[in-house]
């Protein structure tokens, strides 16, 4: 079994970028149910939604670094 820093490195950088944009989500999602209660309806499958896009990222970067 070979290692590299390459893969490190790409699921480092590939995982730290959707880390952030999910907890921005979260944050703008949650301020916003704070600010108008009753769009929770609304903002929550959005919010849920635009994470797991996010998420996939992450998962493509994992995919990247064990191939890398």
Do not use: Q
């Amino acid at each position: 079994m070979e290692f590299s820093v390459t893969g490190g490195l790409i699921i480092a950088i590939g995982g730290a970028g959707p880390a952030i944009a999910i907890g921005l989500i979260g944050l703008k999602a949650m301020e916003a149910i704070g600010r108008n209660p009753d769009a929770s309806n609304k903002v929550l499958p959005a919010m849920l939604l635009a994470m797991a896009f996010a998420e996939a990222i992450a998962i493509y970067a994992l995919i990247l670094a064990f191939t890398g």
